[in-house]
């Protein structure tokens, strides 16, 4: 029996992005023919569509970056016919509501189990529990139950991240229950905040990224009526704003020790790291004083931790922990993995590293889980990315030609021994 080619672990958006390369390559049926597998965890399809960006907000980029990783003359190029894909690019150079950038990725998922793949190829109900290295060099994934779901030669990790809220909490010294993660207000379950406004209380989001300046603008477009001056507070460690070139920046003028870094690939400073969007916006609004009902406060100070004694509700907005999934040799040994901040750290090919060093072969990732690290020590994170440069690289590294790796009795670097 022929082993896969390539079993991807999630079937989110961040996974389509390998086929997405492919299509862009000219080599996805050829992909496909040798073997290329979905697994998720969604229960069923329902479920698995509203998964992709559920979110009741704008994007903080334009529509363009979700529609350009898309080969128009390629297979999955009828997705940008389709009515999603036809509003996107009216919209090309403006912000768009992430629920039409869903039915978009929805779009692109359906050409490709229509088209393109074979009909066991996605498989959901499918919670991977672990990665098993076999003798012959191919992987195995696991349920929990120890089933064996599917076998290939090439793992591709898009498992995306989660938000640690019951962390938060202990550093905090705040009961959990009173920790929300930014995720569940952005998907628009509001009712507890609500509740909390109506009842004259306070909310405190903790941390100034995209997310939080993201609730921030939700909470004032759907119960802004009934906030008071200083109702929320926003926590952070730094602000930091992105600029379309240094010299915009320097017209502009920087926030106070902010530090202003320039990709090399595009000429934009803090292309990464800096708000963007209306988050910016929303962000201005509240530095210029224009948003009276929001406030600012540095992390650690005393007005923070008197806002947070306060607060009846904090809003988790302080970055994502890799949904990880663990791995082992055949002989059941667990490979470690080098972490970062929380998430698990890949190389610049997107390979997966272990703790000793090297990368462990055959394993690459992608996703808010998997950030490639830049020059800069900031992690790169976007749509554009995962459905572009980051799977152009591992689409490169999947050879469909069969292969199979050999044994070697020593030692392999990323084993540690």
């Known amino acids: 029996m022929t082993v896969p080619h390539c079993q991807v672990v999630g079937f989110g958006a961040a996974a389509l992005g390998i086929p997405l390369a492919a299509d862009r390559a000219g080599h996805l049926s050829r992909l496909a023919g040798a073997g290329l597998r979905f697994l998720d965890a969604a229960p069923d399809r329902e479920r698995l569509l509203r998964s992709r960006f559920p979110y009741a907000i704008h994007s903080n980029s334009r529509a363009g970056d979700f529609t350009d990783g898309v080969c128009p003359t390629g297979v999955l190029g009828r997705a940008l016919r389709m009515p999603a894909g036809r509003e996107l690019a009216l919209a090309v150079e403006q912000a768009v509501p992430l629920r039409l950038v869903g ?6 998922a359906d050409v490709l189990e229509q088209d393109v793949l074979s009909p066991a190829a996605v498989r959901l109900g499918a919670r991977v529990a672990e990665l ?13 139950d120890g089933t064996e779901l599917t076998t290939s030669a090439h793992v591709v990790l898009a498992t995306g991240g989660w938000e640690d809220t019951d962390r938060t909490a202990r550093d905090l010294g705040v009961p959990p229950e009173r920790v929300v993660a930014s995720a569940e207000l952005l998907s628009g379950a509001l009712d507890r ?20 300046f993201a609730t921030v603008e939700l909470l004032l477009e759907r ?13 952070h460690r730094s602000l930091s704003l992105s600029y379309d070139s240094m010299q915009r920046a320097r017209a502009e003028g920087p926030l106070t020790g902010q530090t202003l870094t320039v990709c090399p690939d595009t000429g934009k400073v803090n292309r990464f790291s800096g708000l963007r969007g209306r988050s910016r916006q929303m962000c201005e ?10 406030r600012l406060c540095a992390a650690g ?3 923070a931790r008197r806002a947070t004694a306060d607060s009846a509700l904090l809003v988790h907005a302080s970055g994502y922990r890799t949904a990880d999934v663990p791995l082992r040799t055949a002989s059941g040994e667990w490979i470690p993995l080098r972490t970062r901040r929380g998430t698990t750290a ?15 072969p055959g394993v690459y990732a992608l996703g808010l889980g998997y950030p490639r690290i830049g020059d800069d020590g900031v992690g790169r994170v976007g749509i554009n990315l995962f459905h572009g440069t980051d799977a152009d690289r591992i689409v490169r590294a999947l050879d469909p030609a069969p292969t199979s790796a050999p044994n070697d009795e020593r030692a392999p670097s990323w084993q540690g021994r």
């Not at 039915?103 to 692109?108: P, S, T, V």
């Not at 098993?132 to 929990?144: I, V």
Request: with cysteine; proline share 2%.
């Open 103 to 108: 039915r978009f990725l929805n779009d692109i």
């Open 132 to 144: 098993r290295r076999n003798d012959d060099g191919t992987w195995t994934s696991l349920g929990a």
């Open 193 to 212: 905040a609500s509740a909390v406004l109506r009842g004259g209380g306070r909310i405190v989001v903790v941390g100034a990224s995209h997310s939080g």
């Open 223 to 235: 119960l802004g009526h009934r906030l008071t001056a200083g109702a929320i507070t926003v926590v």
């Open 285 to 294: 609004r509240v530095i210029g004083g224009v948003e009276p009902r929001v």
């Open 301 to 303: 100070s005393a007005e």
């Open 346 to 360: 890949v190389d610049d090919g997107c390979r997966v590293l272990s703790r000793h060093g090297g990368p462990v």
